[in-house]
């Protein structure tokens, strides 16, 4: 809109007000009543925009839909990936890596329900939208990552791992309290105050998966693992 105000909203993209708006109204709409359930009068109801613009930025509900996804993975990448790009030693990109995603997830409650709504469906739009952020987008945290694993072994400062199997096993253990906290308070056997739990689950995940990735004694390294 000519003269409106942009603003930097934690991506490597500008959106206008309106625009950030309305990513953050449809995010709400999407994870709670789904693609399928969610309605664009809905959308821009509570985004406080009549419907015609709404149209008129995305033409329809499968094009919002998707650029939802493409907002939040680029909001993701300002978040904590641009961070981990600065960081200087594997020690230190593992830790910024995953407390930027842990906080990044605790933060933004509708992403949980979002994903699980596309995953029912097979998810095609969250596989297009990973495979263009990891080939287009310099600062993926997914990318960093399993380039810092690969140099780390390399240099003999870890264990020869598959990075991809790695990295697979940080996340999972870094957004499955978010998914499961019902059934993590039963196995707990008491109410947990789930700020606290992240943070001591933080804690936790850097723990294991550094420690865990230190060189075994008298193990000998395998480039083949590293590659």
């Given at each position: 809109?000519?003269?409106e ?43 406080g ?52 995603y ?65 990295t ?51 193990s ?8």
């Amino acid at each position: 809109m000519d003269g409106e105000k942009t603003m930097e909203t934690a991506t490597t993209k500008t959106y206008t007000e309106t625009e950030d708006r309305i990513f953050r109204a449809a995010l709400k709409i999407f994870s709670r009543k789904g693609k399928d359930g969610a309605r664009m009068q809905a959308i821009a109801d509570e985004a406080g925009i009549n419907k015609a613009m709404l149209h008129y930025y995305f033409r329809s509900k499968d094009r919002l839909y998707r650029e939802v996804f493409r907002y939040v993975f680029h909001r993701a990448i300002g978040t904590f990936g641009h961070t981990m790009r600065e960081g200087t030693t594997f020690e230190q990109v593992l830790r910024l890596c995953i407390d930027g995603y842990i906080d990044f997830v605790y933060t933004s409650p509708d992403l949980i329900s979002l994903f699980l709504g596309e995953l029912r469906e097979g998810g095609p739009v969250f596989r297009e939208m990973v495979q263009e952020i990891i080939r287009d987008v310099e600062d993926a945290p997914p990318r960093i990552l399993m380039e810092w694993i690969v140099g780390a072994a390399r240099a003999g400062e870890i264990r020869p791992v598959d990075p991809l199997q790695t990295t697979i096993t940080l996340f999972s253990s870094c957004i499955f309290v978010f998914f499961a906290f019902p059934v993590i308070q039963v196995l707990g056997g008491r109410e947990l105050d789930l700020e606290a739990f992240v943070e001591e689950r933080k804690k936790h995940v850097f723990d294991v998966m550094f420690h865990g990735l230190k060189p075994r004694e008298g193990s000998e390294s395998d480039p083949q693992q590293a590659n």
